[in-house]
């Protein structure tokens, strides 16, 4: 049986199948595995750029004052923050170290977004001293501290308010950040979100140029958008009435879904753009207000495709009647998505990839967890040890999440273009798990 075609949207554009050896980027597979080690982690740089461009020409093309701020807690390096700078993408960032990596790869300060729930005093320090853009508040506590930092500096910080609309987006309750119980945002229904813009507009330290809200991720449909639409824009116009607010800034976030297995593709870009451009422009008429500068934040969706997981196959358990279980050298250190969002993936065999699929197995990863699964009921032609299976779709929150456990070594990652690898990210070494045990020193 052929490579199925219907793989062509899950695995990177430039997958090829030939004489049944799986290529990304022009490089076979099983080679890179060999030259860089597995399990790997394959980007392709053609892919991730494409992605960029599109979600940049969708989005402006309708709303020409849109920003496009890549959530870079899906995956970042210095690679990554350089590819978005040349690619003329904002980064959205929730922490610290991710507001350090992108700086250590000359990220414009000013292009960055802060993000998150609880920042520490020292990270807004560190993120007004870098010049940040914005910084996204979260909690009356955290308005005060940002405007004490910004004071301490002699700065007036541009600041944007994180709200809660109230809208659910139907997605997995791990991933769910719009309802009224989230840990996320001021909620409007309460009140606090109106008491926040009345306290934002009167503290010194702080400019209030915007609101944001984020409703969770993967959104397959388009509806949760306009709600949310309306709800923030109706707010930002009662706003305006009762306190002469003026809204610059707006964010409906990011969540867009991508395709992992072939039963459920995501909607293409130009489905959200239109969605969420059109909507935004006719909320923004309804209650008269100019439209503000637009901000859209994908994650996921700029990077889950872009990126291929390489492991190698090892043992294999045959329990009669019941399942067998392809165990790979990699699994939850490096993807912990199916363990604790039940994540589904598609496997392909990157050295028969033409071979008729003559079994049905779970692959499993080596950490032990009897949870450490990475595709249950995978469809395979029949593989010996030696074998590398790709999992496509594993750009996006599998390297981000990644973790030590039992002490494993985090994958090496290499970059895929016009046919050449190129190592961003060596494997890790057993010294690399002593290099923080300062015991006996
Ligand atoms: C995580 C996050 C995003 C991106 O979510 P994706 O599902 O990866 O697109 C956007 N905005 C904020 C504030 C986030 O926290």
Same mark, same amino acid.
Request: charged content about 25%; overall charge negative; glycine content about 8%.
């Given at each position: 049986?052929?490579?199925?075609?219907?793989?062509?949207?899950?695995?990177?554009?430039?997958?090829?199948?030939?004489?049944?050896?799986?290529?990304?980027?022009?490089?076979?597979?099983?080679?890179?595995?060999?030259?860089?080690?597995?399990?790997?982690?394959?980007?392709?740089?053609?892919?991730?750029?494409?992605?960029?461009?599109?979600?940049?020409?969708?989005?402006?093309?309708?709303?020409?004052?849109?920003?496009?701020?890549?959530?870079?807690?899906?995956?970042?390096?210095?690679?990554?923050?350089?590819?978005?700078?040349?690619?003329?993408?904002?980064?959205?960032?929730?922490?610290?170290?991710?507001?350090?990596? @992108?700086?250590?790869?000359? #990220?414009? &300060? !000013?292009?960055?977004?802060? /993000? %998150?729930?609880?920042?520490? =005093?020292?990270?807004?320090?560190?993120?007004?001293?870098?010049?940040?853009?914005?910084?996204?508040?979260?909690?009356?506590?955290?308005?005060?501290?940002?405007?004490?930092?910004?004071?301490?500096?002699?700065?007036?910080?541009?600041?944007?308010?994180?709200?809660?609309?109230?809208?659910?987006?139907?997605?997995?309750?791990?991933?769910?950040?719009?309802?009224?119980?989230?840990?996320?945002?001021?909620?409007?229904?309460?009140?606090?979100?109106?008491?926040?813009?009345?306290?934002?507009?009167?503290?010194?330290?702080?400019?209030?140029?915007?609101?944001?809200?984020?409703?969770?991720?993967?959104?397959?449909?388009?509806?949760?958008?306009?709600?949310?639409? @309306?709800?923030?824009?109706? #707010?930002? &116009? !009662?706003?305006?009435?009762? /306190? %002469?607010?003026?809204?610059? =800034?707006?964010?409906?976030?990011?969540?867009?879904?991508?395709?992992?297995?072939?039963?459920?593709?995501?909607?293409?870009?130009?489905?959200?753009?239109?969605?969420?451009?059109?909507?935004?422009?006719?909320?923004?008429?309804?209650?008269?207000?100019?439209?503000?500068?637009?901000?859209?934040?994908?994650?996921?969706?700029?990077?889950?495709?872009?990126?291929?997981?390489?492991?190698?196959?090892?043992?294999?358990?045959?329990?009669?009647?019941?399942?067998?279980?392809?165990?790979?050298?990699?699994?939850?250190?490096?993807?912990?998505?199916?363990?604790?969002?039940?994540?589904?993936?598609?496997?392909?065999?990157?050295?028969?990839?033409?071979?008729?699929?003559?079994?049905?197995?779970?692959?499993?990863?080596?950490?032990?967890?009897?949870?450490?699964?990475?595709?249950?009921?995978?469809?395979?032609?029949?593989?010996?040890?030696?074998?590398?299976?790709?999992?496509?779709?594993?750009?996006?929150?599998?390297?981000?999440?990644?973790?030590?456990?039992?002490?494993?070594?985090?994958?090496?990652?290499?970059?895929?273009?016009?046919?050449?690898?190129?190592?961003?990210?060596?494997?890790?070494?057993?010294?690399?798990?002593?290099?923080?045990?300062?015991?006996?020193?």
């Amino acid at each position: 049986m052929p490579f199925d075609p219907a793989f062509a949207s899950i695995f990177p554009r430039t997958a090829n199948v030939a004489a049944g050896r799986l290529s990304i980027g022009g490089c076979d597979a099983q080679e890179l595995t060999r030259e860089f080690g597995s399990p790997l982690y394959v980007f392709d740089e053609t892919e991730l750029r494409e992605t960029c461009r599109e979600y940049v020409a969708a989005f402006s093309s309708r709303y020409r004052e849109t920003t496009i701020t890549y959530a870079s807690k899906a995956y970042l390096s210095r690679w990554m923050a350089a590819l978005a700078r040349e690619e003329g993408i904002g980064l959205d960032v929730v922490s610290g170290g991710e507001l350090s990596v @992108a700086m250590a790869a000359g #990220f414009p &300060a !000013e292009r960055c977004h802060f /993000h %998150g729930n609880n920042k520490a =005093e020292d990270e807004l320090h560190e993120a007004v001293d870098a010049g940040i853009g914005r910084i996204i508040v979260d909690n009356f506590g955290e308005l005060e501290l940002v405007a004490a930092v910004a004071r301490a500096r002699g700065r007036r910080q541009p600041i944007i308010l994180r709200l809660s609309p109230g809208v659910d987006a139907h997605t997995h309750a791990k991933t769910t950040t719009g309802t009224l119980d989230t840990k996320f945002g001021l909620p409007i229904s309460t009140g606090a979100a109106g008491q926040a813009v009345v306290d934002a507009l009167r503290t010194d330290g702080v400019e209030l140029v915007g609101l944001h809200c984020h409703l969770g991720s993967p959104l397959f449909s388009l509806e949760p958008y306009d709600e949310a639409n @309306a709800v923030m824009l109706a #707010f930002a &116009a !009662e706003m305006r009435a009762k /306190h %002469g607010f003026e809204l610059r =800034e707006y964010s409906p976030g990011g969540g867009f879904a991508s395709q992992y297995v072939r039963e459920r593709p995501a909607p293409p870009v130009d489905a959200y753009a239109e969605a969420i451009a059109s909507s935004f422009l006719r909320r923004c008429r309804d209650h008269d207000l100019p439209p503000p500068r637009l901000f859209v934040e994908p994650g996921r969706s700029l990077v889950a495709r872009a990126g291929v997981a390489l492991y190698t196959v090892g043992a294999r358990k045959e329990v009669e009647g019941l399942r067998t279980w392809v165990s790979v050298d990699g699994g939850m250190a490096d993807n912990i998505r199916p363990a604790i969002y039940d994540a589904k993936y598609e496997a392909v065999v990157v050295n028969r990839a033409d071979d008729e699929a003559s079994e049905t197995v779970t692959i499993a990863g080596k950490y032990c967890e009897s949870g450490d699964l990475l595709v249950k009921d995978a469809r395979l032609p029949r593989t010996q040890p030696g074998d590398v299976i790709a999992l496509p779709a594993s750009g996006a929150y599998n390297l981000s999440m990644a973790s030590n456990y039992n002490m494993a070594l985090k994958p090496a990652v290499v970059v895929v273009r016009d046919g050449r690898g190129r190592l961003i990210r060596r494997r890790e070494t057993y010294a690399d798990l002593l290099t923080t045990d300062v015991w006996g020193e």
